[in-house]
């Protein structure tokens, strides 16, 4: 079980959606999105669609250091 211990910082909007889900006893559907991934129309499409139905969003931006994607 997950506890949560009160903090004097205001409540962040990750804080808000895990509150909501919690309180209707569901899990909180977060989805990660590499933005303009194959192209940037179906990546617009995407999180259009996503949007409707996600609690929380990330969006990622493609960069070409291969460095970033952590070890082969």
Same mark, same amino acid.
């Given at each position: 079980?997950? /506890?949560? /211990?009160?903090?004097?910082?205001?409540?962040?909007?990750?804080?808000?959606?895990?509150?909501a889900s919690h309180a209707e006893a569901?899990?909180?559907? #977060?989805?990660?999105?590499?933005? #303009?991934? &194959? /192209?940037?129309?179906?990546?617009?499409?995407?999180?259009?669609?996503? #949007?409707?139905?996600?609690? %929380?969003?990330?969006? %990622?931006? &493609?960069? /070409?250091?291969?460095?970033?994607? #952590?070890?082969?």
């Open positions: 079980m997950i /506890t949560h /211990t009160p903090s004097s910082r205001p409540a962040s909007h990750l804080d808000r959606v895990l509150a569901r899990a909180a559907l #977060g989805l990660y999105l590499p933005l #303009g991934c &194959p /192209t940037r129309a179906a990546s617009l499409d995407a999180l259009h669609l996503i #949007g409707q139905s996600a609690d %929380g969003l990330e969006i %990622g931006a &493609p960069h /070409t250091a291969p460095v970033l994607d #952590g070890q082969p």
